[in-house]
């Protein structure tokens, strides 16, 4: 198939519409619904007036949050191919009692709002994924045991099956994200992977899995080899406490290993660099933002995450290109870039 001219995806990137940068690269966000995004993705004559403000608190300071209704999302996809929701990852679409959470009812929205060729990225909840949960405890927060970790049954009806009935083809993947932990407080290694390969062995395999891990030492040959003969797909991740992703590259063998012909990258925030600083310098999310964008860090980042869209294209993988706010201050300014960086390549390499 001859590629589509560089001009014209170049003009189509200018106008934030990423769907057509390359066949096989699906850009996206984690989480829409910003106001701040008024004129370059949502409409301001539809969306200015459905405007609604939160207070939020981030590292001790107080923030107002600008949110669009999830009707929005309409927009959304004239310009994304996917998108990534984490409101999954706090709480589980279905009651242990079986009666629907607030959670389904927005994901249902999610779903008839979009149109039909919509993708989907849902993190699982934190619930089955996380060793320990953050509680009060006699009046005080501390992270307890979760007697729920990996527990496939609460995964299966309580989330997938639930999630696959409102989505149906639009449910794109499942994200398995497993928060950080410090080495003297989780397992050896290889007892990580028996874990999750008995939770791996449990669930319905109709659905296209990529794990996160979060804990470098955790990042073994031995993972990585089980994720490819499992055939899941290792979720590439821009992270604070992460090796950079041309090392995590490196660290998969220089491949990918869902079976399922697919990727996920996700650019969350600058590497060595805490949630609280990163969200308060990229707020109010209007556009590139100082420190984020402006870093030889974040040039990197554009670089190796260009260089894995490379890859990507070579193999004929399908790549989901997750941007967020925090990595650097406006996801579709960081789509437009990533873009046009590709095309660089495209005009090269005829791409």
Same mark, same amino acid.
């Given at each position: 198939?001859?590629?589509?001219?560089? !001009?014209?995806?170049?003009?189509?990137?200018?106008?934030?519409?990423?769907?057509?940068i390359h066949p096989v690269l699906r850009f996206g966000s984690a989480s829409d619904r910003y106001a701040a995004w008024l004129d370059q993705v949502y409409p301001r004559d539809v969306w200015a007036g459905e405007v609604t403000t939160r207070k939020k608190t981030v590292g001790g300071r107080s923030f107002e949050e600008r949110l669009l209704p999830v009707a929005s999302?309409?927009?959304?996809?004239?310009?994304?191919?996917?998108?990534?929701? !984490?409101?999954?990852?706090?709480?589980?679409?279905?009651? @242990?009692?079986?009666?629907?959470?607030?959670?389904?009812?927005?994901?249902? /929205?999610?779903?008839?709002?979009?149109?039909?060729?919509?993708?989907?990225? $849902?993190?699982?909840?934190?619930?089955?994924?996380?060793?320990?949960?953050?509680?009060?405890?006699?009046?005080?927060?501390?992270?307890?045991?979760?007697?729920?970790?990996?527990?496939?049954? $609460?995964?299966?009806?309580?989330?997938?099956?639930?999630?696959?009935?409102?989505?149906?083809?639009?449910?794109?993947?499942?994200?398995?994200?497993?928060?950080?932990?410090?080495? @003297?407080?989780?397992?050896?290694?290889?007892?990580?992977?028996?874990? &999750?390969?008995?939770?791996?062995?449990?669930?319905?395999?109709?659905?296209?899995?990529?794990?996160?891990?979060?804990?470098?030492?955790?990042?073994?040959?031995?993972?990585?080899?089980?994720?490819?003969?499992?055939?899941?797909?290792?979720?590439?991740?821009? &992270?604070?406490?992460?090796?950079?992703?041309?090392?995590?590259?490196?660290?998969?063998?220089?491949?990918?290993?869902?079976?399922?012909?697919?990727?996920? #990258?996700?650019?969350?925030?600058?590497?060595?660099?805490?949630? !609280?600083?990163? &969200?308060?310098?990229?707020?109010?999310?209007?556009?590139?933002?100082?420190?984020?964008?402006?870093?030889?860090?974040?040039?990197?980042?554009?670089?190796?995450?260009?260089?894995?869209?490379?890859?990507?294209?070579?193999?004929?993988? #399908?790549?989901?290109?997750?941007?967020?706010?925090?990595? &650097?201050?406006?996801?579709?300014?960081?789509?437009?870039?990533?873009? /046009?960086?590709?095309?660089?390549?495209?005009?090269?390499?005829?791409?």
């Amino acid at each position: 198939m001859t590629p589509r001219p560089v !001009d014209d995806r170049r003009a189509e990137a200018d106008r934030f519409d990423l769907r057509q940068i390359h066949p096989v690269l699906r850009f996206g966000s984690a989480s829409d619904r910003y106001a701040a995004w008024l004129d370059q993705v949502y409409p301001r004559d539809v969306w200015a007036g459905e405007v609604t403000t939160r207070k939020k608190t981030v590292g001790g300071r107080s923030f107002e949050e600008r949110l669009l209704p999830v009707a929005s999302v309409e927009d959304y996809f004239l310009h994304f191919g996917v998108l990534e929701l !984490d409101f999954t990852y706090y709480r589980p679409l279905v009651e @242990a009692t079986g009666k629907p959470s607030p959670s389904l009812f927005t994901l249902e /929205h999610y779903a008839d709002a979009s149109p039909a060729n919509a993708r989907y990225l $849902l993190k699982a909840p934190q619930q089955v994924v996380a060793r320990r949960l953050r509680r009060k405890v006699d009046g005080r927060w501390a992270y307890v045991e979760n007697p729920d970790y990996l527990n496939p049954e $609460l995964f299966t009806t309580q989330f997938l099956v639930p999630a696959q009935q409102k989505l149906g083809v639009k449910l794109a993947g499942v994200i398995l994200e497993q928060p950080y932990e410090r080495a @003297a407080e989780s397992p050896p290694p290889e007892t990580f992977v028996a874990e &999750w390969d008995r939770f791996i062995g449990e669930v319905p395999n109709d659905a296209t899995y990529h794990l996160e891990v979060r804990s470098s030492h955790l990042l073994t040959p031995a993972y990585f080899e089980w994720l490819a003969n499992r055939d899941l797909g290792f979720c590439f991740s821009h &992270w604070q406490w992460l090796p950079p992703l041309i090392d995590q590259w490196s660290l998969v063998g220089e491949r990918f290993t869902s079976g399922a012909g697919e990727a996920v #990258v996700r650019l969350i925030q600058p590497r060595d660099m805490a949630f !609280d600083e990163s &969200w308060q310098r990229a707020y109010p999310f209007e556009g590139p933002a100082a420190g984020l964008s402006d870093t030889a860090a974040a040039r990197r980042m554009v670089d190796e995450t260009t260089a894995l869209m490379y890859q990507a294209v070579e193999a004929g993988v #399908v790549l989901h290109v997750i941007g967020n706010n925090r990595a &650097w201050g406006n996801t579709p300014d960081l789509g437009r870039t990533l873009a /046009h960086r590709f095309l660089d390549f495209a005009e090269r390499k005829g791409a």
